[in-house]
């Protein structure tokens, strides 16, 4: 049973932006801090952002003034909003549900010109 789902990832040329979603069942969103995550090719998986229910949310120092965290409790989604990108953003981007140990199948994101 898939309960995370990512979309919006792709190919974007350095400075360019892009806008990850996750959609969550109702009650992993409502219950769950959610956060976004990156593991690059031959580096371990980096932490870079979280929000809570509440819509408290904390960036990772590398990624701070660039990426902001959201959410859309309609929608039961989270988004990732991705600008000025540079090459070394290139990565697999997953989210996830903060302690309960459920993941997304994660997007591929590539910065290239």
């Known amino acids: 049973q898939v309960q995370l789902v990512e979309s919006g990832g792709g190919l974007v040329q350095p400075g360019g932006s892009l806008r990850l979603s996750c959609a969550a069942s109702e009650r992993i969103f409502s219950t769950y801090a959610m956060a976004w995550s990156r593991q690059a090719p031959g580096k371990q998986r980096e932490s870079l952002a979280l929000i809570t229910p509440g819509g408290s949310t904390k960036y990772e120092a590398s990624v701070k003034g660039r990426f902001t965290i959201s959410r859309d409790n309609a929608k039961n989604t989270v988004y990732l909003q991705m600008n000025s990108l540079k090459t070394e953003d290139t990565a697999v981007y997953y989210c996830?549900?903060?302690?309960?140990?459920?993941w997304g199948q994660g997007t591929q994101v590539t910065v290239s010109s």
């Open positions: 996830n549900a903060l302690g309960s140990g459920i």
